[in-house]
């Protein structure tokens, strides 16, 4: 079975590659601000559509959107196939200012700075947050306590995709 873990990478690669879309994301990473969704799925789409014997895909970080998460939906289904599991890993906003303070000591990245940070926790409350209750109205929302030891959390992720 292959597996493709989706999003982080795709930004990566558009992030790395000196492209006028890949330098658009960079700017717009570096900023603290999403992706704007017409360039985050098309690039989703165009991931997609490289690896038709993928038996599974997983996003990581993906959809931060309700906008994201309809036009996902419509991809999918338009490809014979559903999003199946939807995790949430339920961290605390100071668990989270943790992590990307250490982040930012061990990788230096521009979007962990902390006015970025800030910006980018905004977004999270004003647009992310919505995807939870618009997968959890399909009963699709799975929710797993992100605190932790790292191996615990991944028992309880496999658990729910069943790996």
Known sequence: MALFILAPVIFSVAYQNDTSLGKQV???????????????????????NKNPEAKGFLFDGFPRTVP????????????????HYVIALDVTEEEV????????????????EEDKLN???NEYFTKT???LPFYGNQNRLNTVNGIGAVDEIFKNL??????
């Open 26 to 48: 960079k700017e717009i990473m570096n900023s603290g601000l999403l992706v704007p969704d017409e360039i985050t799925i098309a690039m989703l789409k165009e991931e997609l």
């Open 68 to 83: 994201q998460a309809e036009a996902l939906d419509k991809f999918m289904k338009d490809n014979g196939t559903a999003i």
């Open 97 to 112: 200012r943790c992590r990307i303070a250490k982040r930012r000591t061990i990788d230096n990245r521009a979007d962990d």
């Open 119 to 121: 910006k980018r926790i």
């Open 129 to 131: 947050i919505h995807v």
């Open 158 to 163: 496999c658990k729910i995709i069943k790996v």
